[in-house]
């Protein structure tokens, strides 16, 4: 069983501390950091960082591309890349450390030519086996529609294997035709998906988690932040509260919560194990600067403050 990652659209995200961060003024940034992003990597390194290999298939383009290239050549994990027109993204970051709130900017997506798109689907068809765990996480490079998402969905059930859709928008709508094995939205996804003004409650994710569940999907993972998170499956709902921690960055905090839904089910784990250790990962990830993967000490320690010993392979290696 392989553990593969495909992030389409990944960035080097530069983050900016602030102590306070004032709009429409002159900021000064207390620290200044540069990291390799994209959700699929920041999966990817996750995984490594417990132990675990995977590989991730990349789309590339430019000088930005090859400075990304050049980190993700000095990781453990394989790496299949597709290079495309354009440049990837230079994204930034602002940590207004007195809210504890985090401003993002994203740049323009490089774009995707036909042959490239046909390069990217050989990659894909070599790479998935039955029995293989797969992440299509995050955004997509301008020339590749929506529903990609949906055709890797169906590509990768139809291969016997598992899909974990990590996505928003089109991309996610687009994505849940393809019956996904797992999903993982956010408040603000739920929020978009059912088209509402306001905000959504409690009542009305467990609405869209049953909806989920009843097209076929294995797993609905609705990440609240601070709140916690709600998790479906056929065993029913369980809600999560969110855990007590030091937040330093809230970037990759959805990312990590993937890597350890697929270490989980790579493990085995039973489905309280599983989403317990999805709300340790997540909850270390916070308190660790930029995109940087959870301490396993801190996780180990989280696990323990919601009494779980813990089995398997994520405790023990």
């Known amino acids: 069983m392989k553990r593969i990652t495909i992030t389409l659209n990944p960035a080097q995200d530069r983050t900016l501390y602030l102590e306070q961060f004032k709009l429409h ?15 699929g990597i920041n999966v990817s390194n996750t995984l490594e960082a417990f132990g675990y290999d995977s590989l991730a298939i990349v789309l590339l ?36 450390e007195s809210e504890q709130a985090m401003t993002e900017v ?30 299509l996480c995050g955004s997509a490079p301008q020339g590749l529609p929506p529903s990609f998402y949906g055709e890797i969905a ?29 999903i993982k939205p ?16 409690e009542a009305d994710y467990r609405s869209l988690i049953q909806e989920w569940l009843m097209s076929g999907i294995r797993y609905c993972v609705v990440s609240l932040g601070a709140r916690g998170a709600l998790f479906g ?3 029913g709902i369980v809600s999560m509260p969110g855990l007590k921690v030091d937040v330093v960055s809230t970037t990759g905090a959805g990312d990590s919560m993937v890597a350890a839904l697929a270490i989980g089910l790579s493990e085995g784990l039973d489905n309280l194990e599983l989403y317990r250790l999805a709300m340790a990962v997540s909850g270390a990830t916070v308190e660790t600067a930029g995109t940087q993967p959870a301490r396993r000490s801190r996780v180990i320690e989280l696990m323990k403050e919601m009494n779980v010993e813990g089995r398997g392979g994520w405790y023990e290696n």
Not at 125 to 130: F, K, R, T
Not at 186 to 196: D, H, I
């Open 186 to 201: 956010n408040a603000e996804e739920c929020q978009a998906y059912r088209g509402s003004d306001v905000p959504l409650n």
């Open 233 to 235: 499956s056929e065993q």
């Open 154 to 182: 169906e590509f990768v059930r139809l291969r016997h294997a598992t899909l974990i859709l990590d996505a928003d928008g089109e991309n996610f709508r687009a994505g849940l035709e393809g019956i996904p094995a797992v």
């Open 106 to 135: 994203n740049d323009v997506s490089p774009v995707i030519t036909m042959s490239q798109f046909q390069d990217l689907w050989a990659i894909l068809e070599e790479s998935v086996e039955a029995g293989d765990i797969v992440m």
């Open 61 to 96: 383009a430019g000088e930005s591309g090859e400075q990304i290239q050049r980190d993700l050549d000095g990781h453990r994990y394989g790496c299949s890349t597709v290079w495309i027109d354009g440049s990837s993204r230079l994204n930034l970051k602002i940590m207004d």
């Open 25 to 39: 003024r002159t900021n000064r940034a207390r620290k200044v950091m540069t990291q390799v992003g994209g959700k």
